[in-house]
């Protein structure tokens, strides 16, 4: 088994130091690896909303700079895994926690997004 994947590893090495090959394994490998980045993303979408709604519903209220809360406060990454800053939506009732996703566009379909509302005391 160990040789098997010696090997793999080693004609994907070949390959990719083949422009061509290298352009074809990227664009076979690119739905897979936007798959885990998606998994990974909500994850910490999921974690930073859980943050900020503790934080929000103390009476703290929203971060001035969001950025800096990110970088300073959360716990996590302030990139999301595509490179782009993840953003904070904030309403009367509630937040949402985003990533532009993949295609590094907001507002369109492949944006990765949590929505919460807040509990009034």
Known sequence: MGKLIMILILALAIGMSVPKTRARIENEVKPLVDHFKIKITNGR???????????????????????????????????????????????????TVGSDGPDGIQGTADDLKIRRDLTRH
């Open 45 to 95: 979408l999921k974690a930073m909303a859980d943050e900020l709604a503790v934080r929000v519903n103390r009476g703290e209220g929203y971060p001035a700079s969001w950025s800096g809360w990110l970088e300073m406060d959360f716990s996590g990454d302030p990139m999301d895994l595509w490179g782009h800053q993840y953003y904070m939506r904030n309403s009367p009732d509630g937040f």
